[in-house]
Every structure is written in C-alpha cells, then in structure tokens.
C-alpha cells in the first residue's frame, strides 16, 4: 500500500481533537487512577500541594477490611443478583407490545419514557410515591395490607428502601430493554410462528418452546447488560437515599464516590483502589458478556 | 380492532372461540396497568403542579389529588420567579448546545478519515477508540475533576463539556454513516479539485444528515437529562448547575414548595419530551444501535 503523506497528514488533524480529549478525559485517567490507587493521597496530603506517595497495596488493604465497603460490595452484588432478574419482565412486556394491535405505538412509547428521564426528576418523582403519607401506602391501604398507623416512608425504612431504590432502577431501565427485546422479536421468523400454531402449541407452549429459545442471545446481552450496569449503580442511591438508612442502601460506587467527595476526610489513594475493585469486577463481567457474545455469534 | 380481526384470518385460519375477545381485553388490561406503572409519576406531577395550592389542599389527599378541583398555572410562574428558574434553565441550555456541537464535530472530523482513509496507524487509532467501550472508568471521575481543577476549568460549564464530547459511540455511528456513502462521488469531487473539508461538510455532512440527528437528538436527551457529572464539576458552583441538579437543590431547600417544584420538574422534563415524541423512531433505532 502507498502511503500518501498528504492524505495521512489529512486525516491526523481530523482526527487530532478526538483523540486529544480521549487522551487528556480517558485513558490519562485510567492510567493516572489506576496509579492513584496504590498511592497515598488523602486529603490532608492534597491540601498540603504533596504529590500522591507510593505505598503499594495498603489502600486496598484498608478498603477490603473496611466493613463499609464489604457492606457496600455486598449492596452491589444483591443488586446486580435481583435488577437483571427483574428486568426479564421486558421480555413479557416486549411480547405484549410486539403485536401490531390499535394503539400499540403510544403503549410503546409511553412505557420509554422513563427511560428518558433524568434520575434527578426519578427522585423528586418517586419520593411522592414513597413517602409515609404517598401513593404507595395509599394503594396498600385501599388494598386492606395495612393500616395508617403502620405506614411509614419506604425511603427511610432500612429493611425497605434498597427494594425501593431497586424499584426506580427497574422503572428507568425495563422500556429500555424492551426496545432491544423487540428488535429481537422482529428478527424471529413468522412461519416458525404460524407453524407452531398449526401444530395446535398454546400460546404459552409457543412463548416457552419457539420464542425463549430463539431470543436466547438477546436475554443474554439484556442480563448482562443489566447486571454491569447494576454494578455501576450510584446515581439512584446518591438522589433518594444517599447510601442511607444505616448504610442499607449503599453500593459499591457510592463508596468510591464517598470516599473521594464528602466529609473532610477525603481521600484519593482509598478511593481509586475501591474504584479499581470495582473496575475489576465490571471488567470480569464484560470479558464474560463478550465470550457469550462471540460463542453466540458463531452459533 | 378491525386491523387486528381483517388481518388475521390471512395468517392462519383458526376456528373462531370466545377466547379471541376475552385474549384482546386482557392484553388491553395489561397493557394497562403496565402503563400505569409507566407513566404514574408523570400524571401525578403534572396533577400536582397544576393544583392550585391557595386552595390550601395537600398533595397527599388521595385520590383528590390526582384530579386538581382547582387549576391554575400560577405555582410554573412562582417557580420561575422564585427560584429564578429561567438561570437554570439557561445554563442546561448552554451546557447541552456546548455538548451537542462540540459532539457532532469532533465525532464527524474523526470518522471522516476512519472511513475513508488508509494511513498509518489507523488500525491502532481505531482499536484504541473501541478500548473505550470495554475498559471500565469506575475511577475516571477523581482523576478527571483533579485535572479540570489543574486546568482552572473546575465549576465552568467548559468543564462539564469537554470531557463528554470524544466518545466511541458519535465517532463509530458517523463512521458507519460515512462508509455507506458511494466511493464514485468523493472521486467526482476530488476531480473537480474539492479539498477534503469541503468534501466533508459539503457533500458527507449533508448525506449524513439523519445520523446527524439521530447522534444530536441522543446527546441532547442525555446531556439534558445528566446529574451526576454537572453536579461534581459544578459543585462549587452553584449558580452555574443545570436544572438536572438544580432541581434537587429546591427540594432540599428550607421551604419546601412541591407545588412549585412539581412545577420545575414539569418545564425540566418537557423539552426532552417533545424532542422524544418528535424523533421517536430516530431514537428508538439509535438504542438498538447503540447495543449491536
């Protein structure tokens, strides 16, 4: 191949602008947090204009035995064990949604909405819902499972409001899936469909026996998605409970997060090495979405 | 109704029951609640900031509240005034114009050459772009707000931009874009003796259009919509935040209002709401994309 250096120079100045920000905004720090974590930078070493100090493992020494990461860490896995759980219920609404029935556009459209909601307006929305005298408790009463005098605010109920946390995730997440559910349904031939029916399979037999099987790689790409997104959960957690009650509602970016940015006591070093944890685990999830994804391909 | 009966004896024939009308109600019955799960939050809201709160009603009083005896547009002005939400909504403005712009330039500059050139390194550029994707960046926010205080771009709306606008996913739809175009016409213009830039902006950006807005639209929705990262930046900031993150700030505010901040919380999300209805289709095959 001839390289022309007219048309290389070219395209390195197109290209310069992208790949200056990517530097500068990714992988410096990727590298440089990565450094940070087997650093000492706390706070008061910040203040002082020191640079961060080598101290090998001793951050992830602390992070590991600290029971409020453990506690964290274990926040974070109940939650990417229960969220991609409940986020299978796409595949029964994308069913439902698939056929082309009057009015079915604004049903699809009305259940993305969510989606397209900031999780700041999620909260403000929500904690209406949650709140002892909200919409919730209301429901429940109508319905005869409680009383007024045993209702109290999901939100600040230490058994309840990581459900009511998980409860928002799901919201702002199931259309999203949905969407990619339907694409997957649309891609399922019609005559293995109309065969089925010929053979006289119930509508259940057909979902179990033709649709399960061949949206296979779709439910997969979902649960995984969800489950690494899951991890990374700390938006929800930081607008309506900030890690609260009693630390119930705390995740493993919330510690990372918190370590780095409240209270006086901020510290860099923890924080990167509870990052790189966690970066460790999203990392283990994506190499296992991506071997799924290739055997799939294949098939 | 009638599409659905007129369309399906020319499937398959299958003898007519009581099933067919009970199956349609109940899918209708479903689809139902599910809308209601949906969309609940949103009716309420609305409700609520249309409740005229002279009245003196709670916004508890169910299922009275739901359905305001007394509507007024008064608490959407209040709010305007009192929490000066037109400052807000400006800075969204300007930070979400700054991140579309700045996006769909860098994006298209850097598939330009990605699509159409061959030089070298361009294997590696386009490997180190896909990284992106797959390194997870669980600590890049430290590091990015040490650097954009070092850079004296901390609590600037510069600062919550530049760092979203060199992305994977505008460089590689606007590749993909590019390279769907016919090799023929580059040729015919570069005869002509077009530079390259003339090239891209006049004949590959105009081509390119729906992608344009397909990666516009998704930027807008997402840049609207941010909290996390305009909050970090701006946190010393205050009167620089977008409403995102202001909207938080009023619900934590000592005289809490949630006539008023239902009423915020409607103008917040109804941009995003008609750039979503009107672009639907766009977004939606976005999504997929994104994922493929």
């Known amino acids: 191949m001839q390289v022309h250096w007219r048309q290389s120079l070219m395209s390195y100045t197109f290209l310069a602008p992208a790949l200056i920000l990517l530097a500068v905004f990714t992988f410096y720090p990727l590298l440089y947090g990565a450094y940070l974590g087997f650093t000492e930078y706390s706070g008061a070493r910040f203040a002082n204009h020191l640079p961060p100090q080598w101290v090998g493992l001793r951050n992830f020494e602390t992070v590991l035995g600290d029971p409020l990461f453990r506690t964290a860490l274990a926040n974070s896995v109940k939650y990417l064990l229960v969220v991609p759980a409940l986020q299978l219920a796409s595949l029964a609404v994308a069913v439902l949604v698939a056929k082309n029935i009057p009015g079915i556009a604004l049903f699809r459209a009305a259940y993305y909405v969510p989606v397209i909601t900031s999780v700041s307006l999620a909260a403000v929305m929500w904690e209406w819902v949650f709140n002892r005298e909200g919409t919730l408790n209301w429901l429940l009463k109508a319905l005869h499972l409680t009383t007024p005098e045993a209702a109290f605010g999901w939100l600040n109920s230490e058994h309840w409001a990581f459900w009511a946390v998980m409860l928002v995730t799901f919201w702002r997440g199931f259309g999203y899936y949905m969407v990619l559910y339907l694409a997957g349904l649309q891609a399922i031939p019609e005559e293995l469909e109309e065969a089925a029916i010929l053979d006289g399979a119930s509508a259940w037999q057909r979902f ?50 918190a370590k780095a940015f409240q209270g006086f006591d901020f510290d860099y070093g923890v924080a990167s090495a509870a990052g790189l944890v966690v970066a460790l685990v999203a990392l283990l999830l994506s190499a296992l979405n991506f071997r799924f994804f290739h055997r799939e391909e294949q098939a | 109704m009638s599409a659905r009966t007129a369309a399906a004896p020319a499937r398959v024939a299958r003898p007519v029951s009581w099933r067919r009308p009970v199956n349609t109600a109940l899918r209708y019955a479903l689809l139902g609640v599910i809308l209601i799960f949906a969309v609940f939050p949103f009716v309420w809201t609305l409700a609520i900031a249309l409740t005229d709160k002279t009245a003196g009603s709670s916004i508890y009083a169910f299922p009275q509240s739901l359905l305001p005896r007394r509507v007024t547009l008064h608490n959407f002005v209040d709010v305007y005034r009192t929490f000066s939400l037109g400052k807000y909504l400006w800075n969204s403005v300007v930070i979400t114009g700054l991140t579309v712009l700045g996006t769909l330039l860098v994006s298209a500059l850097a598939a330009y050459p990605l699509a159409r050139f061959r030089f070298p390194g361009r294997g590696a550029i386009f490997g180190l772009i896909v990284l992106t994707l797959v390194l997870p960046g669980e600590t890049t ?46 040729e015919a213009a570069r005869l002509d003796g077009a530079s390259e830039l003339t090239i891209l902006t006049r004949i590959m950006l105009p081509l390119t259009r729906p992608s344009l807005a397909a990666l516009g639209i998704f930027t807008t929705v997402t840049t609207w919509n941010a909290y996390f990262w305009p909050m970090l930046v701006l946190s010393g900031a205050p009167d620089k935040a977008p409403l995102a993150v202001a909207v938080l700030k009023l619900k934590g505010q000592f005289n809490y209002d949630p006539f008023n901040i239902a009423a915020g919380s409607i103008i917040m999300m109804l941009p995003v709401l008609l750039v979503f209805l009107a672009a639907q289709r766009l977004f939606l095959r976005g999504m997929e994309g994104a994922v493929k």
């Open chain 2, 141 to 186: 926010f430290i590091v990015n707000t040490l650097t954009l205080k070092n850079l004296g771009l901390l609590g600037t709306h510069a600062g919550v931009v530049l760092p979203t606008i060199a992305g994977a996913f505008g460089i590689f739809l606007m590749r993909q874009a590019f390279l769907a175009i016919p090799a023929a016409l580059l």
């Open chain 1, 208 to 257: 179990w026996r033709v649709t399960v099987p061949l949206m296979r790689p779709t439910i997969l790409l979902c649960t995984l998605l969800s489950t690494i997104a899951a991890l990374r959960v700390l938006e929800e957690v930081l607008v309506l409970t900030n890690g609260g009650p009693l630390n119930s509602t705390y995740t493993a970016l919330m510690y990372v997060y």
